[in-house]
């Protein structure tokens, strides 16, 4: 609509040229509705049935006959209406205006079409670039059994599965897991708070042990893979009391 409303204004210096300005409201409406009528076959019938599928020759002869068939009503409605055709100004004739209006015309067809498909590829690429968007939402989605720990300016995604055992420092803990070690800042009962959907028992007044990793003790060790976690004597009643619940 856009497109068409500059041609027409176009249009509308050679009719005040001509000096008939009492007719612009008709032509502005005739040629509207030609115009829109060429450009709806044009986009929604000669392109997606013809042009897209590859049939480059009946595109193209259709388009020809759509653009002799419009030039031809259009110029029958000037004769019509003012006598004469308006268009070149070098030529009121039928056949005289044809070759400027046929021309005139194959350009507004494809700065409609250049329009048209450059809006169809930019809402097309948004469409892929949100799907994109999403997709990457979803790869980075936070697995239900991990969290995220600080260490120094690192963060680190840390599977809560794989952690074995906690050793606090002072102001410092440490978390071992079966593949790292993993130092962050507070105590050893904000580690316990910050694990809490892990199941850490306390064996020490030093340590933290995940319940699920306790295969052997020996003594008053707890022997894991790699590690050996001291048993606390204050610790040993409860610790027992969890691995062997009573009937």
Not at 67 to 74: A, E, G, H, I, P
Request: with cysteine.
């Amino acid at each position: 609509m856009v497109v068409t409303l500059i041609f027409i204004y176009d249009r509308r210096y050679l009719i005040l040229k001509f000096q008939i300005p009492e007719h612009f409201v008709a032509c502005v409406v005739i040629r509207m509705g030609l115009l829109i009528s060429l450009v709806y076959v044009h986009l929604n019938v000669l392109v997606p049935r013809f042009f897209k599928s590859g049939k480059f020759l009946t595109y193209g002869l259709l388009l020809l006959l759509a653009l002799l068939l419009y030039v031809s009503l259009q110029n029958l409605y000037d004769i019509y209406l003012y006598g004469y055709v308006i268009g070149d100004v070098r030529s009121r004739s039928f056949w005289g205006a044809f070759s400027y209006n046929f021309f005139t015309t194959l350009w507004y067809l494809a700065l409609t079409a250049g329009l048209k498909f450059g809006l169809d590829r930019y809402v097309e690429k948004s469409k892929v670039d949100d799907s994109r968007l999403g997709a990457d939402s979803t790869s980075v989605e936070v697995p239900e059994k991990s969290v995220l720990l600080k260490t120094g300016t690192k963060q680190v995604m840390t599977d809560l599965d794989t952690i074995t055992h906690v050793k606090g420092l002072k102001d410092y803990s440490i978390i071992y897991t079966t593949a790292d070690q993993i130092i962050v800042k507070g105590s050893l009962k904000s580690a316990e708070g910050l694990l809490g959907e892990k199941k850490l028992i306390r064996v020490h007044k030093s340590y933290l042990v995940a319940l699920d990793r306790i295969k052997t003790i020996q003594g008053n060790q707890i022997i894991l893979e790699n590690h050996s976690i001291p048993i606390g004597r204050s610790y040993k009643q409860e610790l027992y009391r969890l691995l062997i619940p009573s009937n």
